[in-house]
């Protein structure tokens, strides 16, 4: 079974400080509610976060928990419907079995809301059979993780209401563990640093 934590920090441009970006990168990890987890291919724990400006400089707080499970159908690059892709499956990120191993990418989801798109490194840019077929988008292994193994993506991204056409920018952190059920605890993300970190960071303005 693999489990996700997905940390979702939104945030405006006078939020974009020094005095932020050192609590987003301290912020790498939050509790998991193990009663909401069931036996699955794929579970997955979705947090999105904010500032809250009449607090000052401190931590982003949860507004939004979920979580979400997934059978066979997460194994997948998805489709060409980018939309479907971001909402169906995890944002930015495919996952693969590979026997009792999960190979994990990084993938460029290139939709309209998002205007920092990733160009370059494309496993499957030769593979006739892919979405991804001639593409310039990064889609690239982050890590493979065997029997309880851990992995954390960290990546940040630009983005545009598109009725409000007002900018604001996104800081995620996906913590991945390998792992059967019975070993998920509330505070697993804490006790370690993790086997494999993978960062896609751009100098956003």
Sequence with gaps: MLFVQSLNTYYEKQERSSEYARLRNGDMFRKIDVSKLRECEVSAQIISLRYKKDHGVSPAQPYYEKYRHYEKNIFTEGTHDQYSNYN?????????????????????????????????????????????????????????????????????????????????????VYNIINCDISVCKEKMFFIKNPDYEYRQLLDLR
């Design 88 to 172: 169906d499956l995890l944002k930015f990120i495919r996952i693969f079995r590979e026997d009792d191993k999960y190979r994990i990418m990084f993938s460029d989801e290139n939709v309209v809301w998002c205007t920092t798109n990733r160009h370059g490194h494309n496993e499957a840019f030769n593979d006739e059979n892919s979405i991804f077929y001639q593409r310039n988008h990064l889609y690239e292994t982050a890590f493979i993780l065997e029997e309880n193994q851990y992995g954390r993506i960290i990546y940040n991204n630009r983005y545009v209401d598109v009725d409000s056409q007002r900018w604001y920018y996104g800081w995620h």
